[in-house]
């Protein structure tokens, strides 16, 4: 089977190739292979290999973050080392600070009144440059307001400050933002991105103005839509809400949103240590509703694959690593293995 078919999407320029949806029936599979500062940013190719030898397949995405903060030039060498192994980078835009209480020099405001714009057309260049595809998404979980493009922080339900007055405020901003960010990077020909709209599976907060399709920019910006659903985060969290619970609802709100665009699992996991329930049976049951078809949109899914610390107790920490916990490893292996032949793994022809 030649993969590089699957580089089918029209795009601006033909010449640069740009992942489409896999062949019906098919899944991408994907992870974020964790990194060790829980910045998401300085991942390995010795991590993704780690999981993927865990887990028994190989992955077709690997999934990591561009924080601003420390530098808004195009990734490129963590582009390069995923391109090598044979896989497409999936990097999340991260438009932030690294510390909350710093002054957001890359806010939502910023972006509209074109003060990042030289930032964003280099970027868009450079990406350009790089010749192969490249999965990009901005305001990852943008309806969740630990984010700093959450509309809570630009307007929250108001209507009167922003453009449409039957829209709120907040997640306008948002939207216009996507579109100008996709615009700027596309004016440079980045014709090679497929571009992402991620959402967290519920909204937060849970107030009508916060509601993800508020925020969407539109179908000329977005090619795929995706979710975030996640088990216990914490092994200190006593209540666990399934894969399906939380996936259900955000399926059917996502199908209605845009009928004709492929969804992602950009972000699913479970911790080891809580009593609430095992992240082999949380992600057993996930693994068995993705691959059945439960949701027949859904054309890929990507484990978070991090363990990190959440106070001074290390009985505290949260392990989502499927290498630390061999019951989750067995389970991935005999999911996955089942549907080895559903799975699509390095497509990036004459690498890996």
Known sequence: MIFFALFGCAAADDSLPKLGPPPVGKLYHGVFPGGSSGMEDDITREQALSYEQAVGERVASVYFSHNWYAGT???????????????????????????????????????????????????????RDFDAPLIVEFGTEMNGEWFPWNGKHHGAGRTDGFGDPTKPDGPERFAAAYRHMVETTRGQGAHNITWVFHVNAGDWPREAWNRFE??????????????????????????????????????????????????????????AGSPAVAPETWAGAALDDIVSGRWPRVIGFSWWNERWRNDDSPAHDTDMKVENTPALAAVFKAKLGAAADRLIGRPVPGAG
């Open 73 to 127: 030039s195009f990734p490129r060498e963590t582009c390069e080392w995923i391109r090598e192994m044979g896989a497409v980078p999936y990097v999340r835009l991260m438009l932030r600070e690294e510390s909350r209480r710093a002054r957001n020099r890359f806010s939502i405001e910023a972006v509209l009144d074109g003060k990042l714009d030289d930032d964003l057309r280099a970027w868009g260049k450079a990406a």
């Open 214 to 271: 508020n925020y969407y920019p539109g179908d000329g910006y977005v090619d795929w839509l995706a979710a975030s659903a996640y088990g216990p985060q914490r092994p200190t969290a006593r209540k666990a809400e399934s894969f399906r619970e939380q996936m259900d609802p955000c399926y059917q709100r996502l199908r209605r949103l845009a009928p004709d665009k492929p969804i992602i699992i950009a972000e699913f996991g479970c911790t």
